[in-house]
Structure formats: C-alpha cells, structure tokens
Nanobody, 115 residues
Framework: VQLVESGGGLVQPGGSLRLSCAASGFTFSSYAMSWYRQAPGKERELVATITRLAGRTYYADSVKGRFTISRENAKRTVYLQMNSLKPEDTAVYYC?????????WGQGTQVTVSA
C-alpha cells in the first residue's frame, strides 16, 4: 500500500489550496477515504471523509463550509479543496482510509497558512 499526498504549501489567510492523494496497492474503490491533519504538538485529527462511491461526505466542524473532499476512483485519487484558509489550518495533511486509517501513513503534505 502506498499513499502519496501532494499540493501543500504556504498560503496567506483567506487563500486556497487543493490537496491530492494518489493511492496504490489496494482496491481503492472498496474503501471510504479520509483526510486527516496533525498540527505541531497536537494529535492527528479527522478532517473529512468520503464514502466509497462518493455518495456521502463528512466534515469536521472546524472545516465545514470551507473544505470539500472528492474522489476519482478511476484515478485512485482523493482530493481536498481548501478555501478560506485560516492560520489554525496549519498542519501536515494525510490521507488514509476512513475509520481512523488502516493503512500505513504516507509522508503527508505540509500546509502553512500565514501572512
């Protein structure tokens, strides 16, 4: 199993980023997928989840209305569109399966929101 996150960077408050996660080594379309994040000194937290066929999504209250999770099963890729970014969104972002993540974690992608 391999999960490769990309798309992070430095952005000003109010800006946008689109994260991507390319998955391999498992039947991607059989799993709900989630984005998680871990800020310095904090535990990893769930940000958003999308069901296997993209029929339903879930968002943490802190990102609801600003972030959108999507997936393309044919490309084995899950995305996170992040708008209206805030400094408190600064973290390393990871993708993994739903239910807390059952696969080995990738390297993540750093998102820094700062003026």
């Amino acid at each position: 199993v391999q999960l490769v996150e990309s798309g992070g960077g430095l952005v000003q408050p109010g800006g946008s980023l689109r994260l991507s996660c390319a998955a391999s080594g498992f039947t991607f379309s059989s799993y709900a997928m989630s984005w998680y994040r871990q800020a310095p000194g904090k535990e990893r937290e769930l940000v958003a989840t999308i069901t296997r066929l993209a029929g339903r999504t879930y968002y943490a209250d802190s990102v609801k209305g600003r972030f959108t999770i999507s997936r393309e099963n044919a490309k084995r890729t899950v995305y996170l569109q992040m708008n209206s970014l805030k400094p408190e969104d600064t973290a390393v972002y990871y993708c993994n399966s739903g239910s807390g993540g059952i696969f080995n974690w990738g390297q993540g992608t750093q998102v820094t929101v700062s003026a």
